[in-house]
């Protein structure tokens, strides 16, 4: 019996040849691509748009409080002025004009500082940029061991993004003998995390009070901040305690 060779049996498919179809279908596609791509660049467009106008407008705010404040502290000069130059002062005024001085001219450091942090974050100098401890402060109050404290970071330099990411605040000090350190958490009710998260375009401030350990002896605030995302940064300083137990105030 012999075996009978050939040609492998191949089926094939009849398919309509529709060429004004497929170039309807090929003109659709592009137009589809092309308006997905518009509406993309739109979106960007407008919402490009909107954060230009909300930066303009907290840029327009913070100009309108440096001249508030500005004016404020011109003001505050011209009482001291008059004060000063008093020909004739009733000795029983005396003290209460000498009260009234100090209360003035302290209101003026406050003021020159404020106007030194407004511009500072628009016109900052060459050397500074990005994230920065602009200030440390502590304050006293009338319960033995407890203080006010104030933390401020700000963003100098371009602000037209927000800065993100978290500071970590803690006090160094001996106890029984021994080197310690304690979380500001640890230490303050107004503070719920160890790593505090802060999110802001120009400045952020941390404040609250804190109460001390019996038996702790303080001796530096250690201030340790980290941006993410596109602006990473970390920056780390040490602030002396006794400094700022005299008011002070520590920063650029």
């Known amino acids: 019996?012999?075996?009978?060779?050939?040609?492998?049996?191949?089926?094939f498919k009849v398919v309509p040849d529709r060429p004004i179809r497929n170039a309807i279908l090929r003109i659709l596609y592009v137009m589809i691509c092309v308006s997905l791509v518009a509406l993309a660049y739109w979106y960007g467009f407008g919402q490009g748009l909107h954060e230009e106008k909300v930066l303009l407008?907290?840029?327009?705010?913070?100009?309108?409080?440096?001249?508030?404040?500005?004016?404020?502290e011109a003001k505050l000069r011209q009482q001291v002025a008059v004060l000063e130059n008093a020909s004739i002062v009733?000795?029983?005024s005396t003290d209460s004009v000498r009260t009234m001085n100090r209360e003035l001219s302290d209101k003026i450091a406050e003021l020159?500082?404020?106007?030194?942090?407004y511009q500072g974050i628009m016109s900052p100098s060459l050397n500074t940029s990005g994230l920065t401890i602009q200030e440390v402060s502590l304050g006293k109050?009338?319960?033995?061991?407890?203080?006010?404290?104030?933390?401020?970071?700000?963003?100098v330099g371009n602000n037209s993004d927000y800065l993100r990411g978290f500071v970590g605040i803690n006090i160094l000090g001996v106890q029984n003998s021994e080197i310690t350190a304690?979380?500001?958490?640890?230490?303050?009710?107004?503070?719920?995390?160890?790593?505090i998260k802060f999110r802001y375009r120009y400045f952020q401030d941390f404040k609250g009070e804190l109460v001390l350990p019996e038996g702790f002896t303080p001796d530096q605030i250690q201030v340790v901040?980290?941006?993410?995302?596109?602006?990473?940064?970390?920056?780390?300083?040490?602030?002396?305690w006794s400094d700022l137990e005299n008011e002070n105030n520590v920063g650029q």
């Open 90 to 92: 009733d000795k029983s």
């Open 57 to 72: 407008k907290e840029r327009t705010q913070l100009k309108e409080a440096l001249k508030l404040s500005q004016e404020r």
């Open 1 to 11: 019996m012999h075996n009978v060779k050939g040609t492998a049996v191949t089926n």
């Open 112 to 117: 020159e500082e404020e106007n030194a942090l």
């Open 182 to 195: 304690y979380s500001l958490k640890d230490l303050s009710e107004d503070i719920s995390d160890v790593d």
């Open 141 to 155: 109050t009338a319960s033995q061991n407890r203080y006010r404290f104030k933390v401020m970071l700000t963003q």
């Open 225 to 240: 901040a980290q941006s993410v995302g596109n602006k990473s940064a970390r920056v780390e300083e040490l602030f002396d």
